[in-house]
C-alpha cells in the first residue's frame, strides 16, 4: 500500500498543493479528496485524471471538493475511461452534490445526477467499505462547529492486509479526548496540522499538537500545514523532529506502508 502525497497544503496554498492523496494498491489507485488544484497536482506526479479510479470524500470544503468537477467531466467525455469508483458518507454526499451540482447537472441533452459520472458507494452511518483488500472505516472528525451542530467530515482508519494501521483524521479540530483511542490503535498517522501565527480554530494547531503523549507523536506525520513551513523547510522539520513528531510530509513525498521485504534483506535472512 502506497502514499503519494500529491499536496500538503492548506486550503489557499501558493507554494505547494492542497492536500490530497493517492493511495496505491495492486496496481490501482484511490484518491482522498480533489481540492481545486488538483489537476496540477496530479500532473505533476505524471498522472491525470486517467489514473484515478476510485476516489473517497472527507468534507465539503473546496481544497476537498473543487476538482470533483475535473474528474467528472474529463472521465464522462473519455470514452476509454473506466467511470470512477465514488466513496463518501451518506449526508456528506448529499451536501457534495448540492456544492457540485450546479457544474455538473446539466449536460447538453441530459439531466445529470451524481450517478451519471461515478459509479456511487455510498456509506451508511458507522459503516465501512472495502477497496482492493484494505479495510475503511470512516471515523467523523469535529472541523467545524456551527452554533448546533458539526459539519460532516469523516477521516478513515485503514487497515492493510497485513493488520497495519493508518488514521487520517482529515481537517479537525484539536480533539484529544474524542481521538486518543485511535491514536493508540494506529501504526501511522497523518495528522492536520496548522502552523500559521494566527489560529483559525477549526484546525489542530502545531502548539495544541506538541502536547500529545510522546507514545502518539511518535507516529504522526504533519500535512495540512501553511506556506510559512515551505519557506522555512529545514527549521519546521527540525522542530517537529525535536518535539517528538515524524516531521511534516513534502508535496510529492511517498510511503509504502506493508512494504514487500527487498531482495537484499531476503539474501541475508537466507545466510542468517
Ligand atoms: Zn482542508
Ligand atoms: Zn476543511
Redesign the pocket.
Known amino acids: 500500500m502506497k502514499f503519494t502525497f500529491v499536496g500538503t497544503g492548506s486550503?489557499f496554498c501558493l507554494k505547494n498543493f492542497q492536500c490530497n492523496i493517492l493511495i496505491e494498491n495492486e496496481d490501482k489507485k484511490l484518491l482522498i479528496d480533489a481540492g481545486g488544484d488538483i489537476r496540477f497536482a496530479l500532473n505533476e506526479q505524471q498522472l491525470s485524471y486517467k489514473d484515478v479510479d476510485a476516489l473517497y470524500i472527507t468534507?465539503p470544503?473546496q481544497?476537498?471538493i473543487g476538482g470533483i468537477e475535473y474528474l467528472a467531466l474529463t472521465s464522462y467525455f473519455d470514452p476509454g475511461k473506466s467511470p470512477i469508483e465514488y466513496y463518501g458518507h451518506r449526508g456528506l454526499t448529499n451536501d457534495v452534490w448540492t456544492a457540485i451540482s450546479p457544474g455538473l447537472a446539466t449536460l447538453q441533452g441530459i439531466t445529470a445526477s451524481f450517478g451519471t459520472f461515478f459509479n456511487m458507494n455510498i456509506i451508511k452511518e458507522n459503516g465501512e467499505f472495502s477497496w482492493q483488500s484494505i479495510r475503511f472505516e470512516l471515523i467523523q472528525s469535529v472541523?467545524i462547529m456551527n452554533k448546533y451542530s458539526i459539519m460532516p467530515?469523516f477521516g478513515l482508519m485503514m487497515t492493510t492486509e497485513k493488520g497495519t494501521k493508518v488514521y487520517y483524521p482529515s481537517?479537525t479540530q484539536f480533539a484529544p479526548n474524542q481521538m486518543k483511542d485511535f491514536y493508540r490503535e494506529s501504526d501511522i498517522i497523518f495528522h492536520d496540522c496548522e502552523t500559521s501565527p494566527f489560529w483559525s480554530q477549526?484546525h489542530s494547531h502545531y502548539e495544541e499538537l506538541k502536547t500529545l503523549d510522546k507514545e502518539h507523536k511518535s507516529k504522526m506525520w504533519l500535512l495540512h500545514y501553511q506556506d510559512n513551513v515551505v519557506e522555512d523547510w529545514e527549521g519546521w522539520n527540525q522542530k517537529a523532529r525535536e518535539d517528538g513528531f515524524l516531521g511534516f510530509l513534502k508535496k510529492g513525498q511517498v510511503i509504502e506502508v506493508d512494504e514487500k521485504a527487498k531482495p537484499s534483506q531476503l539474501e541475508t535472512k537466507k545466510g542468517a
Open positions: 486550503a468534507h470544503h481544497d476537498h472541523h467530515s481537517d477549526v
